[in-house]
């Protein structure tokens, strides 16, 4: 959960096994996000992408870039129902007695990293980690930018809220700031309009929206 994460607590390996968080550097790294864009307008059936690109700022190389997608908000402790209670780019059902509450908006196409796990079938991805909701890329060199990229399909119309955050490693000790000193983090305001998106095909087998 993204409480290993964000807020900053350590994790023991099982039974008397050495710390999971052993060698990774306790301290902040400085990174800028150079982008982060996600569609404020989508339709159902439509893929879109969402994209966050970060670079370390910073003087010393990031041990290991990863961005945590969350419901709501990516704050913890979140409220109920929010953070990563919810798988990636879904929401909790506010029903009770559902063993999983958590129903998809968007289906993710293709994950950051390297097309590994059948991402090609909507698989994790190359970046996926043992973390709920966050994927991470390793390290990332002064000056060097890391991007992360997530194809996904609306499935669900509504008005959504995607927050997202940024870290420097998977175990709380290495932290993500800003130049301010402030956590990289957003959240997207999207509306998925009920009516499917409409497409047709090119001679040359392209497929074109009409009705973007």
């Known amino acids: 959960m993204i409480a290993g994460l964000v807020g900053a607590l350590t994790l023991t390996g099982c039974g008397s096994g050495a710390r999971q968080d052993v060698n990774e550097p306790n301290g902040n790294f400085t990174v800028a996000v150079a982008s982060a864009t996600f569609p404020a307008s989508q339709r159902l059936a439509q893929r879109t992408h969402l994209v966050i690109a970060v670079r370390n700022a910073g003087v010393t190389a990031i041990p290991d870039v990863a961005v945590t997608i969350c419901n709501l908000t990516c704050a913890y402790p979140a409220p109920r129902g929010a953070g990563t209670s919810a798988q990636a780019f879904a929401e909790d059902l506010d029903m009770p007695y559902l063993a999983d509450p958590s129903r998809p908006v968007w289906v993710i196409d293709r994950a950051p990293g390297a097309c590994r796990f059948s991402?090609?079938?909507?698989?994790?991805?190359?970046?996926?980690?043992?973390?709920?909701?966050?994927?991470?890329?390793?390290?990332?060199?002064?000056?060097?930018?890391?991007?992360?990229?997530?194809?996904?399909?609306?499935?669900?119309?509504?008005?959504?809220?995607?927050?997202?955050?940024?870290?420097?490693?998977?175990?709380?000790?290495?932290?993500?700031?800003?130049?301010?000193?402030?956590?990289?983090?957003g959240a997207f305001i999207v509306t998925i309009h009920s009516a499917p998106e409409q497409t047709y095909v090119k001679a040359n087998g392209q497929v074109v929206a009409v009705n973007r």
């Open 119 to 185: 991402c090609q079938s909507g698989g994790a991805g190359g970046a996926v980690t043992a973390y709920s909701n966050t994927w991470a890329l390793g390290t990332l060199k002064p000056g060097a930018t890391a991007t992360f990229e997530w194809a996904v399909t609306a499935v669900k119309a509504g008005r959504h809220v995607v927050a997202w955050q940024v870290a420097a490693g998977l175990n709380g000790k290495a932290k993500a700031v800003l130049a301010d000193g402030s956590k990289p983090r």
